[in-house]
Nanobody, 119 residues
Framework: QVQLVESGGGLVQAGGSLRLSCAAS????????MGWYRQAPGKQRELVAA???????NYADSVKGRFTISRDNSKNTVYLQMNSLKPEDTAVYYC?????????????WGQGTQVTVSS
């Protein structure tokens, strides 16, 4: 069994910063891509940022220049540094990871962490 445990969400004023963390634990052989998604009330879940095992990154246009994704492969952990937060960044943020078991890749989700940005 694999678990993704997120932390770091909370309430912050517009212009502020938060850092999200997500640690994977359990039966892990290797992890391919890891990423962060978010879902605001009444909206579809969307990709915020992703990072490959080699460190290549991809960002949603709405967060480019403000958010930075990174990972520590030795700790099976992915981070999301969020700066210059805006009220429209308010959402539940979910961690995702693709675990590689040789012949198959299995996707896992975290339970989500709430980020609220007040104006």
């Amino acid at each position: 069994q694999v678990q993704l445990v997120e932390s770091g969400g909370g309430l912050v004023q517009a212009g502020g910063s938060l850092r999200l963390s997500c640690a994977a634990s359990g039966s892990i052989f290797s992890i391919n891509a890891m990423g962060w998604y978010r879902q605001a009330p009444g909206k579809q879940r969307e990709l915020v940022a992703a990072i490959t095992s080699g460190g290549s990154t991809n960002y949603a246009d709405s967060v480019k220049g403000r958010f930075t994704i990174s990972r520590d492969n030795s700790k099976n952990t992915v981070y999301l540094q969020m700066n210059s937060l805006k009220p429209e960044d308010t959402a539940v943020y979910y961690c995702a990871a693709d675990l590689n078991y040789g012949t198959v890749v299995v996707g896992y989700w975290g339970q989500g962490t709430q980020v609220t940005v007040s104006s």
